[in-house]
């Protein structure tokens, strides 16, 4: 797998946008959020704990591509991802375990 963390070293802090402690890890967008309704169609009653890896097994419709130049001959591409469906997450090294799910 390949890590998607930002590499700090290429983003490079302006008065406009200091580096911060906080600043983000993971470049926008790539964070899912399941809530109450989302929860309940994948059959999951109970949550994984804080820190827990899951690996997301999901299909997805391409909704969007694009890509520019600008100034300066720099090329940017962009996809735009909708996620059509999705299996229950399951924690690394084994499914999630099945006696959380709804029945």
Known sequence: MISMKLDPTKSEPTEAQPL?????????GLQLRLEEEQLA?????????????????????????????????EVCRCVTLQITDMDPPGVAGGMYDRSNMAP
């Open 41 to 73: 169609q994948l059959g999951l009653k109970t949550l994984p704990a804080v820190g827990a890896k899951v690996r997301v097994v999901a299909m997805a419709e391409v909704t969007a591509v694009s890509q520019n130049q600008e100034q300066g001959g």
């Open 20 to 28: 911060m402690a906080d600043a983000p890890v993971y470049p926008w």
